[in-house]
């Protein structure tokens, strides 16, 4: 069955330090793939997107995702990271069906990404 | 702010009851979706509309259902309310019908005592 596997569900880092929340899936067809955020006492908010072309994708913010088809991962970085970071973070996932029909959005469970000063 | 509007924010009720949640999407959004948010089944994807009809079928159970009103806002109802159902329910809305980029609300805080 289609899965998104978000493997840290909590992930505590220092202020300025790097920072890796890791995605895989699995599928054994095409996929887009998605990062969204959730501040605190917030709703859902989309923070990139992979849909097609260059693999690395960026947000506004500083984060980066890259998309590894052979490991069939989405992991999501960010070189620096400020408190206002502090946030729920959940990978996403569509299958492109063969035939090109697309499946719904699957979630992961999240990754709670804790900055301390 | 996403746009994407839901009342309650918040709502306590007893085992038993029914409650309604509202969403109104962003304008000019024909599709409008539903997830369940509790610390121990995370994200749960609910039930989907689009323009009127519904689209998708999540992990809903037969106590709750929805329905979009030809203004395209929707009504999520749960009803025998048992403690397991205390959870932040939220509405997503998106242009199209398979997207995603989804919009969320803020969420309906619901607690069952």
């Known amino acids: 069955a289609q899965s998104v596997t978000q493997l840290d569900s909590q992930v505590p880092v220092f202020e300025e330090a790097p920072v890796e929340l890791r995605c895989n899936y699995s599928?054994?067809?095409?996929?887009?793939l998605f990062w969204y955020v959730q501040y605190p006492n917030q709703g859902l908010q989309l923070l990139l997107k992979?849909?097609?072309?260059?693999?690395l994708v960026e947000s506004i913010n500083g984060f980066e995702a890259e998309f590894n088809k052979s490991q069939t991962s989405f992991h999501l970085r960010k070189p620096s990271v400020h408190i206002s970071d502090t946030a729920e973070y959940f990978c996403a996932v569509i299958l492109l069906n063969y035939g090109g029909s697309q499946g719904n959005l699957i979630f992961g469970k999240g990754t709670k990404l804790s900055v301390k000063p | 702010d996403s746009g994407v509007t839901q009342t309650p924010k918040h709502l306590i009720t007893a085992t038993g009851q029914r409650v309604t949640l509202r969403c109104s999407p962003r304008?000019?959004?024909?599709?409008v979706y539903w997830y369940q948010q509790s610390l121990d089944q995370g994200l749960q994807f609910l039930i989907q509309?689009?323009?009127?009809?519904?689209?998708a079928k999540g992990n809903i159970l037969e106590r709750f259902s929805a329905q979009q009103f030809p203004d395209l806002h929707s009504e999520l109802n749960l009803s025998s309310l048992e403690l397991g159902d205390s959870a932040l329910y939220f509405c997503?809305?998106?242009?199209?019908?398979?997207?995603?980029?989804?919009?969320f609300g803020e969420g309906s805080r619901l607690t069952v005592l």
């Open positions: 304008s000019g959004d024909l599709s």
């Open positions: 992979y849909l097609s072309g260059s693999t």
């Open positions: 509309y689009y323009n009127g009809e519904e689209r």
């Open positions: 599928s054994s067809v095409s996929v887009y």
């Open positions: 997503a809305s998106s242009v199209g019908a398979i997207t995603g980029e989804l919009f």
